[in-house]
């Protein structure tokens, strides 16, 4: 499954943004192999239990994608 994430550790623990919590979990519990793209790597122990959605369990591979700057206008 490829699901999309708000930020994740290195041990692929999750935390969504708004509507992606509601098939993110799901998918990653039901897939064999899990790639979670996320905006935002943070350090073990950084993310709040209590927030932590999907745990690292059911990802394999996570990869940090920065978002897309828009061009300025001037």
């Known amino acids: 499954a490829l699901i999309k994430a708000l930020k994740a550790d290195r041990w692929g623990n999750l935390v969504y ?3 992606g919590r509601n098939f993110g979990p799901i998918m990653a519990a039901a897939a064999s192999c899990t790639i979670a793209q996320v905006s935002e790597t943070v350090a ?7 927030a932590v959605v999907t745990p690292g ?3 394999q591979r996570v990869v940090t994608v920065a978002p897309a700057q ?3 206008t001037a």
Do not use: A, C, M, N
Not at 44 to 50: A, H, I, K, Q, V
């Open 70 to 72: 828009l061009p300025q």
């Open 17 to 19: 943004d708004k509507t």
């Open 57 to 59: 369990i059911f990802v």
């Open 44 to 50: 073990l122990g950084e993310l709040d239990p209590e």
